[in-house]
């Protein structure tokens, strides 16, 4: 299965803290993307990293790749109640573009 | 900045009915995709659509499903002869090429089969 798991499947912290999410996969990638959700909403768009990048940031965002390992990490620092949702890795393998999801990480930041 | 915009944004429908998902995609992409998510579980890829063809599509893409792009800016999901377990949030999503390019999704339709 080329599925993308997430780990952990639920994070809860405190506003101000940092938050990292991983992302492990089974077989080689083109590249990996990193959404967010919000509960019943659309899927939006953090970050890209394609397999020959190391790392990525974006904002408060941090991501990386471990194509040895076949995993990623998402790391949001110094969390603001507004980054509670669901935060997915998608990871892209064929010309078509299509992505595979894990089951996500389910991060709730209290402030 | 440019949108996936999805119509409508929550359908109700018999079971046995047809229903028809719209989409208009981010105006130069050239690449176009629907997914699926049921309710507590992840995301998943139906169809992806390319030069006016299906370019790849998973298992769950049946015969009881059809995409067109009817015109230059629509991109529509057919589902005939709907069945309870449809119900799901339909997303439509877009990029501007396939491998390796950022794929943008629409904030979904809730199809609710009763």
């Known amino acids: 299965s080329q599925q993308g798991e997430e780990d952990p499947q639920a994070l809860s912290i405190q506003e101000g803290e940092n938050a990292t999410m991983n992302c492990s996969y089974k077989t080689s990638i083109n590249n990996l993307q990193w959404y967010r959700q919000n509960s019943g909403r659309g899927l939006v768009h953090l970050i890209l990293i394609r397999s020959n990048e190391r790392e990525k940031h974006s904002g408060r965002l941090r991501v990386t790749l471990d194509t040895s390992k076949k995993s990623s990490s998402l790391l949001i620092t110094a969390s603001r109640a507004a980054d509670t949702a669901s935060y997915f890795c998608a990871t892209g393998y064929n010309q078509g573009g299509k992505l595979i999801f894990g089951q996500g990480t389910e991060l709730s930041v209290k402030p | 900045e440019p949108e996936v915009t999805q119509t409508p944004s929550h359908q109700v429908t018999q079971m046995g009915q047809e229903v028809i998902l719209r989409c208009v995609p981010i105006s130069n992409h050239l690449y176009f995709y629907w997914y699926r998510q049921i309710l507590g579980q992840k995301v998943e890829f139906l169809v992806s659509f390319y030069n006016n063809e299906i370019s790849e599509k998973s298992e769950i893409f049946d015969d009881q499903f059809s995409v067109e792009r009817p015109d230059g800016s629509n991109f529509t999901l057919k589902i005939r002869s709907t069945k309870l377990e449809d119900s799901a949030m339909y997303f439509c999503?877009?990029?501007?090429?396939?491998?390796?390019?950022?794929?943008?999704f629409g904030e979904g339709s809730w199809l609710t089969v009763v």
């Open positions: 999503a877009s990029s501007v090429q396939g491998q390796g390019y950022t794929i943008y």
